[in-house]
């Protein structure tokens, strides 16, 4: 049961995504609830489940969107998982400002990956649409972490006991 949790989730994400994309889609883009589960997910359960986590349900975000490069949302959430992962348990460790500054640049990491993927050719010829773009794209997803930290903090989510 407690691992059939992060899996129903996981899907529900997923779910969350796809039905509220055409609503929330602003100029191309759209928030990216699998990455910010993928975040929490691999802050409760380690990098292995956050690799796990973010590789399939990435692969299955990129069969089910036709605009996207396939392998590359399994890719970055992937990394994502696995670098988030690493600060499982590390809260009370770190200070407060470090360990948030971590997970907001891992994410940015993965913003960037992803735009640039996306939008290499926009990058060449206008570079500043470019950035515009990848900042929009982190901020909006920001956006739902930050009502979601409202609810459930990052700094809360603790490793399960052993």
Do not use: C
Request: aromatic content about 16%; proline content about 6%; cysteine-free.
């Amino acid at each position: 049961v407690d691992r059939a949790l992060p899996f129903l989730t996981g899907l529900a994400a997923l779910f969350l995504q796809m039905m509220l994309s055409d609503f929330l889609t602003i100029r191309g883009l759209r928030p990216d609830f699998v990455l910010i589960f993928v975040v929490y997910l691999s802050l409760r359960w380690g990098s292995l489940a956050g690799i796990i986590a973010g590789f399939s349900l990435g692969l299955v975000e990129d069969f089910l969107s036709a605009g996207s490069l396939m392998g590359l949302a399994p890719l970055t959430k992937s990394i994502t998982g696995f670098l988030v992962g690493r600060l499982q348990g590390r809260y009370n460790r770190m200070s407060p400002i470090t360990f948030h500054a971590a997970w907001v640049g891992i994410m940015m990491v993965h913003f960037f990956i992803f735009i640039y993927v996306n939008y290499q050719s926009v990058y060449v010829t206008n570079p500043g649409i470019f950035w515009q773009t990848y900042i929009f794209a982190a901020v909006y997803t920001f956006i739902f972490i930050g009502i979601l930290q409202m609810i459930i903090p990052l700094s809360k989510v603790k490793p399960p006991p052993k």
